[in-house]
């Protein structure tokens, strides 16, 4: 190889030495005649001097520089001057001397800046994808995201995981969006499907005693784009053998909480991570992907107003509703603009409205207090746990609004109280989901994982009789708000797997024709089995501390599923589509 190192790993043990350096040039400036090349290639930047005195040829070459031309530079490692050292860089105590600048390719000029921290539109930069990714922060997110798969890679091959491809082009497997369909040229009117996970096959992998199985997966999502999602991305696929719930959150918890202090500077904030089921996630924290980096509680009171004169609290309660609260420390400062704000939120959830209580130093400030019978703030007040300074908000409603209204408040006053550290991922598990749930739009029983979750055995007579009542052993990964996995142990047996199948509603022939394989699998000898599967783009967005996943993915689609950079979607010739044996129906003209 021509280059003698890569450019960021030039050190003090270099000096003297001649080395060759290719790289891209990161900034030029000229000063005081000589010109400064800072050199850049992925391993970091070395500075580059060029002197007109004793180069003069590489000095005429280095004029001509522009930021992102592509260089090849001779020259010898000297120490830089006592004062000009730069401690921000690894090659910061040396520089090198160049004799020859060669431009190995110059560089149009640029759409936006690589060496700046600039605010770009996101649009210009996907379209210019390859320039984007030299920016150093998004060059350390792709390390990251490699340093994160190779760990996944080494730590469960020392468990005995196997790494098993599964195939792309597959059949359709419900894990709740559309399917992307590849129509076949061989089967007219056949299609194949890409996997939404590979669910399916790794199942089958257990029937065929592979025992541990692992996969970095790539799936396909059909959704329409809410934030943070990709049509298409990286999960860590995982199942496993004659194994149990706390067999699999053992793995997943000991490889993330690993992961995460070896990999980033956040701590891991409760260890062993709480488990927790989805009806206490529900209650108490308003959410089923708990953020727990700060311990507000949404708290019942039913009890304490049930019977109070105060009709918004007792009426939600004939009502067979409830009235749960959550304390706002230190929240008696919030002015009445704050409250009303905090109102329209509780609103924007369902709530009807917000009833509020303080007092500071014996002044009680409050929407609500003077209707209470006797008795009941002060027992509210010490339900809450609150004290001098505190504010209270309480809703009284139907037990999903409170939910969802207090849920949304906990996360509102966690901000605006700051009370959310940045430096810690605070992991748990949420288990004992419910099995199935009512579809909104057709009001059919619909699955809240998917339909190859095990039900709870105890549970499993209910089936016939009360399904919503069924729990599945389902469980989630969620870390500071987010859900970054599910799971479940897996029905292994064909009898319970049909009856779920009929109890979703789908016909004899839909699951003989999309299910059969693995109803008559489970007859050969199937092993109770269960596994998970981690998202890796969120996980690695939360550990580089981007928002968006699009940050840590390569070459992500934007909103609307588009890959700008290649253009994709994008028509095809005629002939592809007859061969395909596909006509295109355009769609009608919006307002027909
Ligand atoms: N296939 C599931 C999913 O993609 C994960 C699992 O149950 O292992 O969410």
Same mark, same amino acid.
């Given at each position: 190889m021509k280059r003698s190192m890569m450019c960021g790993e030039v050190r003090t043990e270099h000096i003297g030495q001649r080395l060759v350096l290719q790289g891209w040039v990161h900034t030029v400036r000229d000063h005081g005649g000589l010109i400064f090349v800072d050199l850049r290639d992925r391993a970091g930047i070395v500075q580059v001097v060029v002197n007109p005195t004793t180069q003069p040829d590489a000095f005429h070459v280095a004029e001509t520089l522009r930021d992102e031309f592509v260089v090849e530079i001779h020259g010898s490692v000297e120490r830089r001057?006592?004062?000009?050292? =730069? *401690?921000?860089? +690894?090659? +910061?105590d040396v520089e090198v001397h160049a004799d020859t600048v060669t431009v190995l390719n110059p560089c149009l *000029? @640029? !759409? $936006? !800046? %690589?060496?700046e921290e600039a605010q770009v539109d996101e649009r210009v930069r996907l379209q210019y994808r390859y320039i984007d990714l030299r920016r150093p922060r998004m060059a350390r997110n792709l390390v990251l995201r490699h340093k994160v798969i190779k760990y996944i890679r080494d730590f469960l091959s020392d468990r005995g995981f196997l790494e098993i491809e599964t195939p792309i082009l597959a059949n359709p497997t419900p894990e709740g969006a559309r399917d992307y369909l590849v129509p076949s040229r061989l089967h007219p009117g056949s299609f194949y499907a890409l996997p939404q996970s590979p669910q399916q096959f790794k199942q089958l992998s257990m029937v065929a005693g592979v025992d541990r199985y692992f996969q970095i997966a790539r799936c396909f999502r059909d959704e329409d784009l809410r934030a943070n999602r990709q049509p298409e991305f990286t999960q860590l696929d995982l199942e496993m053998s004659f194994v149990e719930q706390e067999d699999v959150l053992e793995v997943c918890e000991s490889l993330f909480s690993n992961l995460t202090e070896s990999l980033s500077n956040?701590? %891991? @904030? =409760?260890k062993p991570w709480p488990r927790i089921t989805w009806q206490e996630a529900m209650n108490r924290y308003g959410s089923d992907k708990p953020d727990l980096r700060y311990d507000l509680s949404i708290v019942d009171v039913s009890d304490i107003v049930g019977r109070s004169p105060f009709q918004v609290f007792s009426g939600a309660i004939e009502r067979g509703g409830v009235v749960r609260g959550i304390r706002a420390p230190d +929240?008696?400062? $919030?002015t009445r603009r704050q409250i009303d704000e905090l109102t329209e939120l509780a609103k924007a959830n369902g709530a009807k409205g917000l009833a509020w209580a303080s007092h500071t130093a014996g002044e009680v400030r409050s929407s609500f207090v003077r209707n209470l019978g006797p008795g009941e703030a002060e027992k509210l007040w010490s339900r809450l746990e609150a004290s001098d300074g505190d504010l209270v908000l309480l809703v009284a409603d139907t037990v999903d609004v409170a939910r969802a209204s207090l849920g949304a408040l906990r996360r509102e006053l966690a901000k605006r109280l700051e @009370?959310? !550290?940045?430096? %810690?991922m605070a992991w748990a598990f949420v288990i004992e989901f419910p099995w199935f749930e009512r579809d909104e739009a057709t009001g059919r029983l619909t699955f809240m994982h998917h339909p190859f979750t095990m039900p709870f055995d105890a549970d499993l007579p209910l089936l016939d009789t009360d399904p919503v009542r069924v729990r599945a052993k389902a469980y989630d990964v969620v870390a500071n708000g987010e859900e970054l996995a599910s799971g479940s142990i897996r029905v292994h047996r064909a009898d319970i797997q049909s009856r779920l199948f009929e109890l979703l509603g789908y016909s004899p022939e839909r699951i003989q024709a999309n299910f059969g394989h693995m109803l008559k699998a489970f007859q050969y000898g199937a092993p109770p089995h269960g596994g998970i599967a981690p998202g890796i783009d969120r996980v690695v967005s939360m550990l580089a501390d981007e928002d968006s996943i699009r940050e840590v993915i390569p070459f992500p689609k934007n909103q609307s599923a588009q890959d700008l950079m290649m253009g994709a979607p994008t028509t095809v010739q005629a002939d592809q589509l007859e061969d395909l044996h596909v006509r295109v129906v355009e769609p009608a003209p919006v307002g027909s």
């Amino acid at each position: 190889m021509k280059r003698s190192m890569m450019c960021g790993e030039v050190r003090t043990e270099h000096i003297g030495q001649r080395l060759v350096l290719q790289g891209w040039v990161h900034t030029v400036r000229d000063h005081g005649g000589l010109i400064f090349v800072d050199l850049r290639d992925r391993a970091g930047i070395v500075q580059v001097v060029v002197n007109p005195t004793t180069q003069p040829d590489a000095f005429h070459v280095a004029e001509t520089l522009r930021d992102e031309f592509v260089v090849e530079i001779h020259g010898s490692v000297e120490r830089r001057p006592a004062g000009s050292e =730069n *401690p921000r860089l +690894g090659t +910061g105590d040396v520089e090198v001397h160049a004799d020859t600048v060669t431009v190995l390719n110059p560089c149009l *000029p @640029l !759409p $936006f !800046p %690589v060496a700046e921290e600039a605010q770009v539109d996101e649009r210009v930069r996907l379209q210019y994808r390859y320039i984007d990714l030299r920016r150093p922060r998004m060059a350390r997110n792709l390390v990251l995201r490699h340093k994160v798969i190779k760990y996944i890679r080494d730590f469960l091959s020392d468990r005995g995981f196997l790494e098993i491809e599964t195939p792309i082009l597959a059949n359709p497997t419900p894990e709740g969006a559309r399917d992307y369909l590849v129509p076949s040229r061989l089967h007219p009117g056949s299609f194949y499907a890409l996997p939404q996970s590979p669910q399916q096959f790794k199942q089958l992998s257990m029937v065929a005693g592979v025992d541990r199985y692992f996969q970095i997966a790539r799936c396909f999502r059909d959704e329409d784009l809410r934030a943070n999602r990709q049509p298409e991305f990286t999960q860590l696929d995982l199942e496993m053998s004659f194994v149990e719930q706390e067999d699999v959150l053992e793995v997943c918890e000991s490889l993330f909480s690993n992961l995460t202090e070896s990999l980033s500077n956040k701590r %891991v @904030l =409760n260890k062993p991570w709480p488990r927790i089921t989805w009806q206490e996630a529900m209650n108490r924290y308003g959410s089923d992907k708990p953020d727990l980096r700060y311990d507000l509680s949404i708290v019942d009171v039913s009890d304490i107003v049930g019977r109070s004169p105060f009709q918004v609290f007792s009426g939600a309660i004939e009502r067979g509703g409830v009235v749960r609260g959550i304390r706002a420390p230190d +929240g008696a400062a $919030f002015t009445r603009r704050q409250i009303d704000e905090l109102t329209e939120l509780a609103k924007a959830n369902g709530a009807k409205g917000l009833a509020w209580a303080s007092h500071t130093a014996g002044e009680v400030r409050s929407s609500f207090v003077r209707n209470l019978g006797p008795g009941e703030a002060e027992k509210l007040w010490s339900r809450l746990e609150a004290s001098d300074g505190d504010l209270v908000l309480l809703v009284a409603d139907t037990v999903d609004v409170a939910r969802a209204s207090l849920g949304a408040l906990r996360r509102e006053l966690a901000k605006r109280l700051e @009370l959310i !550290p940045d430096d %810690v991922m605070a992991w748990a598990f949420v288990i004992e989901f419910p099995w199935f749930e009512r579809d909104e739009a057709t009001g059919r029983l619909t699955f809240m994982h998917h339909p190859f979750t095990m039900p709870f055995d105890a549970d499993l007579p209910l089936l016939d009789t009360d399904p919503v009542r069924v729990r599945a052993k389902a469980y989630d990964v969620v870390a500071n708000g987010e859900e970054l996995a599910s799971g479940s142990i897996r029905v292994h047996r064909a009898d319970i797997q049909s009856r779920l199948f009929e109890l979703l509603g789908y016909s004899p022939e839909r699951i003989q024709a999309n299910f059969g394989h693995m109803l008559k699998a489970f007859q050969y000898g199937a092993p109770p089995h269960g596994g998970i599967a981690p998202g890796i783009d969120r996980v690695v967005s939360m550990l580089a501390d981007e928002d968006s996943i699009r940050e840590v993915i390569p070459f992500p689609k934007n909103q609307s599923a588009q890959d700008l950079m290649m253009g994709a979607p994008t028509t095809v010739q005629a002939d592809q589509l007859e061969d395909l044996h596909v006509r295109v129906v355009e769609p009608a003209p919006v307002g027909s």
